[in-house]
């Protein structure tokens, strides 16, 4: 999986739609192959702030599900309108 360039201590929050799986870039539109990848995910410093990020984005649209990715480029969680999906930490 390609990710942005991160700082130890740094998360990155991908947005993806429920339904399709079909990512989606920081303004809610497609993500196309070959786009910049740094309009797909927002960076974070901490995990608890991603994960907070990720849990309201999907209290404010349950159309969406986010995973965090730690800087070294592993899933670390999925979040969906379902709860979490999957921890690797």
Known sequence: MNI???K????AVGKAAYATGHVLK???ELFK?????????EVFEGYEK?????????????KVECWIVDS???HIITFDRNG???TSI
Do not use: W
């Not at 130890?8 to 998360?11: L, V």
């Open 26 to 28: 920081n303004d809610g």
């Open 72 to 74: 070294k480029g592993n």
């Open 8 to 11: 130890e201590n740094q998360f």
């Open 84 to 86: 979490e999906r999957k």
């Open 4 to 6: 942005p360039v991160l």
């Open 33 to 41: 192959t070959g786009e910049n990848i740094n309009e797909m995910y």
């Open 50 to 62: 991603a994960v907070e990020f990720s849990l309201q984005k999907i209290k404010n649209d349950s």
